[in-house]
């Protein structure tokens, strides 16, 4: 069986050192595609399965990336015959409009964001099948094409905190002093509108006020840039393109390079300045999100997150409730409810925030095994997910129905024998 993973940054199989290193500062989809071929390649070729992992590439970078081919997508990948190609957003997009033309057996369409009218509507004109990756993610597209495969994202805790220079044993954060009189909040993710950063940026003279109160002063470390998704980066201060640039120096004004520090797109250095800060707030809005990587790199780290539970950031945010904000006007009575903590009560959140880490990352081998499946079920009307087929969900409602009603005749049966006299 010849599988195609079909990868849409490239660059990130140049970046990767080693396959297994933390996210070297690109798109999460890319980085996940990597990591998800070469685990499969890894297990195939160790259990000899039978299954060959290919990555294809528009511009591919090299022949292999440790040890998996590397096929450039063009006349060479398009004369072969594949028995699966998995295709995310990006890809998806070429294929349909035909600029990469590919042979295949099946097509998966790995979709990364909830209610994804546009790539679903793609996906069904190539006849793919749909995977999602997210649990909140999958059934915000299951209202919108019914049930499909649902896989996971792969998430590792301990590539991040060897990044952060973590010892290899150690599984919970070091003791966390917060730096007399001021308050780190951290910000990673891409500087594009989707991301939401502007809604932080809107609440930031509230939350420098919430935090004068109890005499902090706040800094924000902003890590990320449009060029993670390779957009245009074009402000000529900021790590993002001219008129979102725009629209943050107008909301922020003089506070850039004062209280709010943009760092730009950072390789895997960026865990090292993640585990200084003393909390985190991700996409106010959760807009867009599929599942909560970023959050889960924070949380890896014993770091708090301030989030909303919409979309895929409630996979995670779903065991951090506590934190989890309705609309980005409460991020600052969150942010201070954080700092009245007492010394105690924030070391028992960090090492928490750690443990959920550590609970998504003791996935991993499960998540392989079901790619497994998915690439080599029998039945294609068979759907890889968590959930119950509608005929088993059927025939559990017909049997609690049956049992009720013999409950009923049984308590009639006892209740005439009741009335009647005694012989």
């Given at each position: 069986m010849k599988v195609l993973f079909l990868q849409e940054q490239?660059?990130?199989?140049?970046?990767?050192?080693?396959p297994?290193?933390?996210?070297?500062?690109?798109?999460?989809?890319?980085?996940?595609?990597?990591?998800?071929?070469?685990?499969?390649?890894r297990s195939c070729r160790q259990d000899n399965r039978g299954i060959d992992i290919y990555l294809g590439c528009l511009n591919a970078p090299a022949d292999s990336f440790h040890g998996i081919p590397v096929v450039p997508l063009g006349n060479q990948a398009a004369q072969q015959c594949w028995d699966v190609v998995v295709a995310t957003g990006g890809s998806l997009d070429h294929l349909a409009a035909g600029t990469i033309r590919l042979h295949h057996t099946r097509l998966i369409a790995w979709i990364h964001h909830p209610f994804d009218h546009d790539k679903i509507q793609k996906a069904r004109s190539l006849g793919a099948e749909l995977l999602s990756i997210g649990k909140a993610?999958?059934?915000s597209n299951v209202l919108v094409a019914g049930p499909h495969h649902h896989i996971d994202n792969l998430f590792c805790a301990d590539r991040i905190r060897r990044a952060a220079g973590w010892d290899p044993q150690q599984s919970q954060p070091a003791s966390h002093h917060r730096q007399q009189g001021l308050l780190r909040i951290g910000y990673m993710g891409g500087l594009i509108p989707?991301?939401?950063?502007?809604?932080?940026?809107?609440?930031?003279?509230?939350?420098?006020?919430?935090?004068?109160?109890?005499?902090?002063?706040a800094r924000l470390e902003v890590i990320g840039g449009s060029n993670l998704y390779r957009f245009d980066q074009g402000h000529p201060q900021l790590p993002c393109d001219r008129a979102y640039g725009?629209?943050?120096?107008?909301?922020l004004g003089d506070q850039?390079?004062?209280?709010?520090?943009?760092?730009?797109?950072?390789?895997?250095?960026?865990?090292?300045?993640?585990?200084?800060?003393?909390?985190a707030i991700v996409n106010p809005s959760g807009a867009g999100e599929a599942f909560p990587a970023t959050?889960?790199?924070?949380?890896?780290?014993g770091v708090p997150v301030i989030t909303s539970q919409r979309y895929g950031c409630a996979d995670a945010m779903q065991l951090l409730s506590?934190?989890?904000?309705?609309?980005?006007?409460?991020?600052?009575?969150?942010?201070?409810?954080?700092?009245?903590?007492?010394?105690?009560?924030?070391?028992?959140?960090?090492?928490?925030?750690?443990?959920?880490?550590?609970?998504?990352s003791s996935q991993q081998a499960l998540i392989i095994q079901q790619w497994l499946l998915l690439l080599t079920k029998p039945d294609s009307k068979l759907l890889i997910n968590e959930y119950l087929p509608a005929p088993i969900r059927l025939q559990l409602l017909r049997s609690y129905a049956a049992a009720q009603l013999q409950r009923v005749k049984q308590r009639l049966k006892d209740w005439v024998k009741r009335l009647m006299p005694h012989r």
């Amino acid at each position: 069986m010849k599988v195609l993973f079909l990868q849409e940054q490239p660059e990130v199989l140049q970046r990767l050192q080693q396959p297994r290193d933390a996210n070297p500062g690109v798109g999460g989809t890319s980085y996940l595609t990597s990591q998800i071929a070469y685990e499969l390649h890894r297990s195939c070729r160790q259990d000899n399965r039978g299954i060959d992992i290919y990555l294809g590439c528009l511009n591919a970078p090299a022949d292999s990336f440790h040890g998996i081919p590397v096929v450039p997508l063009g006349n060479q990948a398009a004369q072969q015959c594949w028995d699966v190609v998995v295709a995310t957003g990006g890809s998806l997009d070429h294929l349909a409009a035909g600029t990469i033309r590919l042979h295949h057996t099946r097509l998966i369409a790995w979709i990364h964001h909830p209610f994804d009218h546009d790539k679903i509507q793609k996906a069904r004109s190539l006849g793919a099948e749909l995977l999602s990756i997210g649990k909140a993610q999958y059934l915000s597209n299951v209202l919108v094409a019914g049930p499909h495969h649902h896989i996971d994202n792969l998430f590792c805790a301990d590539r991040i905190r060897r990044a952060a220079g973590w010892d290899p044993q150690q599984s919970q954060p070091a003791s966390h002093h917060r730096q007399q009189g001021l308050l780190r909040i951290g910000y990673m993710g891409g500087l594009i509108p989707s991301k939401g950063f502007h809604l932080l940026a809107q609440q930031w003279p509230a939350i420098q006020q919430a935090l004068e109160d109890l005499a902090i002063n706040a800094r924000l470390e902003v890590i990320g840039g449009s060029n993670l998704y390779r957009f245009d980066q074009g402000h000529p201060q900021l790590p993002c393109d001219r008129a979102y640039g725009e629209q943050l120096s107008t909301i922020l004004g003089d506070q850039i390079g004062h209280s709010v520090i943009f760092h730009g797109t950072l390789d895997t250095k960026r865990y090292a300045l993640m585990q200084q800060c003393d909390l985190a707030i991700v996409n106010p809005s959760g807009a867009g999100e599929a599942f909560p990587a970023t959050i889960l790199e924070w949380l890896s780290l014993g770091v708090p997150v301030i989030t909303s539970q919409r979309y895929g950031c409630a996979d995670a945010m779903q065991l951090l409730s506590s934190l989890s904000i309705q609309r980005p006007s409460d991020i600052p009575r969150a942010v201070q409810s954080i700092t009245e903590q007492s010394d105690l009560e924030a070391q028992q959140l960090r090492h928490y925030c750690a443990q959920i880490g550590s609970s998504f990352s003791s996935q991993q081998a499960l998540i392989i095994q079901q790619w497994l499946l998915l690439l080599t079920k029998p039945d294609s009307k068979l759907l890889i997910n968590e959930y119950l087929p509608a005929p088993i969900r059927l025939q559990l409602l017909r049997s609690y129905a049956a049992a009720q009603l013999q409950r009923v005749k049984q308590r009639l049966k006892d209740w005439v024998k009741r009335l009647m006299p005694h012989r």
